[in-house]
């Protein structure tokens, strides 16, 4: 029923649209044809002296098949054939006669609509004797003959129609007999799968296009769902380890320091140590909120205009006591004038997190790059390190919540939960930005993110200041 009523939906869309363009085909011809013949009567009237405009006008009417009508400026019916058009007419002829008397211009109305039966359309051309009208002219012309033609149309067309429904109906209960074949096995096979076997996929061999398009697309949701839940059991399993540890060393201190009476200094270090526990803590839990956030789509990002190049030089600064500690030198070439739209501190957090990440990873007396530079109308940051590098087969998983790559990537104290790669991710998507890896083991890692600039490019500005100052100077 559903393929008869979209069949016929689609024959009364396509007749109206043919209805719509043969009937404004049939306007334009006609109106044609009334400009030309109203055209030539008022040309013989504008050329002629007054007293020889009813001779023309009874020989023009003499041949002429439909009505005509003279109407003077101040109203008054000058010549008229057979009967009123204005009478017959009401407000559209009437409307068009006003219009051709204020605007000079010639005007058509129709009595009725086009395919009545008596339907007059009717041209109002106004004449003009020295530069002023003086008169209109009104001829009508009677579309019974047109009438008659579409009458034909709508039998043939409906005839047709009918016969298209018929064979349609027919043609379609044939192929939805075939497709509901396979139908028994995707509903056994999406059932299954909502009871749990994810592992459950569609084997049909059907020869349709679109039944086979349905296999495939309902295996490849299948795999996408099952992969799904395996990536929430594994968050879910790498969450629940990562909050385990240091809520098993906050009881384990708890109950040591319940066994027996302390001193109040001893209570103040079990509490300052259960503190830095509970850091840790509530950091993985904010990790955790800012991703669900990102993955929802709710990360806000303030669009404000950030200096990335003091913002990277006061985070490169911040880092030097620490970089130092551990002997690791800190390297930074930083254009100046890269300015981005976005949020400032969740950028201060990305690159802390990079530059934190490169730390973790970089030996003793190596050094660590941090430069940043415009090109193509992006600000381009680089943090390399001189680690172990990554392998390859790594670097695709390497901004996944809670992964780490190989043991040989060697951590310095402070351990993280494997979450700062994956927030850096979200944060740059964030700002419409790219962040990606290049790693070789061995050899050192370099992160690379891309920002779109708010202003016009440095490079540019720096040539035309220089230029500015030669042309001073």
């Keep these: 029923m559903l393929y008869i009523s979209l069949e016929f939906g689609i024959l009364l869309f396509a007749a109206v649209v043919l209805y719509s363009t043969l009937s404004n085909r049939v306007y334009h011809e006609l109106d044609e044809q009334l400009m030309e013949q109203a055209t030539s009567l008022a040309n013989e009237l ?9 001779g023309h006008l009874g020989s023009f009417a003499d041949h002429y098949p439909g009505a005509m009508q003279l109407v003077a400026s101040n109203g008054r019916i000058l010549f008229r054939s057979d009967r009123s058009l204005i009478d017959k007419g009401g407000n559209d002829v009437s409307r068009a006669l006003g219009h051709a008397f204020r605007t000079n211009t010639p005007s058509f109305a129709s009595t009725e609509s086009l395919l009545n039966k008596a339907n007059v359309r009717v041209i109002a051309f106004p004449i003009h004797i020295s530069g002023k009208t003086v008169a209109t002219l009104m001829l009508g012309h009677n579309t019974a003959d047109i009438r008659a033609v579409f009458n ?55 020869q349709d296009k679109e039944i086979q398009i349905l296999v495939r697309v309902l295996n490849k949701m299948f795999t996408d769902l099952e992969a799904s ?71 806000e990002i303030v669009q404000t205009p950030v200096d990335l190049s003091l913002l990277l030089q006061e985070v490169g600064q911040q880092h030097l006591i620490l970089f130092d500690s551990q002997h690791v030198k800190l390297d930074m070439q930083i254009e100046d004038g890269l300015e981005i739209m976005g949020e400032s501190s969740q950028l201060e957090r990305t690159v802390m997190n990079l530059l934190s990440n490169a730390f973790k990873h970089a030996p003793e007396h190596s050094s660590i790059q941090l430069h940043a530079w415009a090109e193509d109308n992006s600000a381009i ?87 500015l100052q030669d042309s001073v100077g």
């Excluded at 050329?47 to 009813?54: I, V």
């Excluded at 047709?160 to 497709?179: E, F, P």
């Excluded at 799968?193 to 059907?206: E, P």
């Excluded at 270090?269 to 990102?294: E, K, P, W, Y």
């Design 46 to 54: 504008e050329s002629s002296p007054f007293y020889f405009w009813s």
């Design 152 to 206: 034909l149309l709508y039998i043939v067309g409906g005839i047709l129609g009918l016969i298209s429904i018929v064979i349609s109906a027919g043609a379609g209960y044939y192929m939805a007999k075939r497709a509901l074949e396979p139908i028994h096995e995707i509903t056994s096979t999406a059932r299954g799968v909502a009871a749990g076997d994810l592992t459950r996929r569609l084997k049909s061999k059907s």
């Design 229 to 299: 839940f395996q990536a929430q059991k594994r968050f879910t399993a790498d969450a629940s380890h990562e909050l385990r540890l240091p809520l098993t060393i906050l009881k384990g201190e708890i109950e040591v320091a319940l066994r027996h009476p302390r001193s109040e200094d001893e209570y103040q270090h079990i509490l300052r140590q259960q503190l830095g526990t509970i850091d840790r803590i509530q950091r993985i839990v904010n990790d955790l909120l800012t991703l669900a956030r990102a993955d929802a789509g709710q990360l």
């Design 381 to 467: 940051l680089c943090i390399r390190d001189e680690g172990p590098g990554i392998a390859a087969e790594q670097q695709q998983r390497l901004f996944d919540r809670f992964y780490r790559a190989d043991d040989a990537r060697c951590r310095k104290e402070g351990e993280g939960a494997g979450l700062g790669l994956a927030i850096c991710k979200r944060i740059v998507d964030a700002h419409s930005g790219e962040l990606r890896v290049e790693s070789t083991l061995g050899e050192g890692s370099s992160f690379y993110v891309r920002l779109p600039l708010s202003n016009a490019d440095a490079n540019h500005k720096k040539r035309l200041a220089h230029m």
